[in-house]
């Protein structure tokens, strides 16, 4: 079983593969319709927001984890993300595809890591860390706590130090748009 | 005919969803269910991006409450401006609904 974090909602969402593959997709076709800046972040997140809760629902319903016909049926349910009438910014970007709406250049590196500040405890460093190698943000933070002690305190000078290097980012949706585009860029 | 009449419905979505706002502070999924009750179905595929565009066009305003289950909710409501739209939308939808029944005779 596969687990993938929505905006808004703490933990993550129990899903088969599949399912999450559509989902990923399905917000990777949102993040592209919506064009980037601050108002298509906001978009995207109210509607991971929205999807969570459908998901909530659908697992209340007793399933271990979102099977990919449910996810699909969800994502149908959500509808496609139009950007609407007036958005000309982003109906200008949305047919040409994901990477030449971008802003940043594709197949430029991103640093090694960024650190997120919607949803942080602290310096946003785990949620960032978490984002980066797809890991559930509440076990890399159990961890961080656990090594803190067993380190006696040494891995809090290393975050501090790290506060200082590390660039950062505004939402956890945007540092995974960069990451897939990233990646995307660095394939021939 | 469907069709013809979503196609009405699409251009009616702003001013139905700043009704729905009217002297009520609304979060997205209770506007959603509003306007299925109406049997003016909208996606939330639809109806978050016009909404942020509303926001940012300055027609509503938001405040974040807590919600008795999953996270914190973001419950929309009319600005002054927001109001004064939906007056002029309303006017401008009764005399088109006039119009439409008296033209011609």
């Known amino acids: ?188 | 005919m469907e069709a013809k009449f979503a196609a009405l419905r699409r251009g009616m979505l702003e001013p139905v969803v700043l009704a729905a706002l009217d002297g009520e502070s609304r979060y997205a999924g209770e506007i959603a269910q509003l306007l299925r009750d109406a049997e003016f179905p909208v996606q939330d595929g639809t109806l978050h991006p016009l909404l942020n565009r509303l926001r940012r066009e300055g027609l509503l305003t938001h405040e974040w409450r807590e919600s008795p289950s999953g996270p914190p909710r973001k419950y929309l409501s009319l600005s002054a401006e927001g109001r004064t739209q939906l007056t002029l939308f309303r006017d401008y939808f009764r005399s088109l609904a006039t119009m439409i029944d008296s033209i011609g005779h």
């Open chain 1, 1 to 188: 079983m596969d687990h993938i974090a929505l905006s808004g909602h703490s933990g993550a969402f129990p899903v088969t593969a599949p399912a999450k593959r559509l989902l990923v997709s399905y917000l990777a076709d949102a993040r592209s319709a919506v064009g980037s800046g601050p108002d298509g972040d906001e978009t995207v997140r109210d509607i991971e927001m929205a999807i969570g809760d459908r998901l909530r629902a659908e697992l209340d319903g007793g399933p271990a984890g979102v099977e990919e016909a449910a996810m699909a049926r969800i994502l149908a349910e959500t509808g496609p993300v139009e950007p609407g009438p007036d958005s000309a910014s982003a109906t200008g970007a949305a047919p040409s595809g994901p990477a030449a709406s971008a802003p940043r250049a594709p197949g430029r590196s991103l640093p090694w890591l960024y650190r997120i500040d919607e949803g942080k405890w602290f310096g946003g460093l785990c949620l960032g860390l978490a984002t980066r190698s797809d890991l559930r943000v509440d076990w890399v933070r159990v961890f961080a706590i656990v090594f803190l002690f067993v380190t006696s305190g040494l891995l809090g000078v290393a975050y501090l130090i790290a506060l200082l290097f590390v660039p950062r980012m505004e939402t956890v949706e945007e540092y995974r748009a960069a990451l897939e585009e990233s990646r995307r860029g660095h394939r021939p």
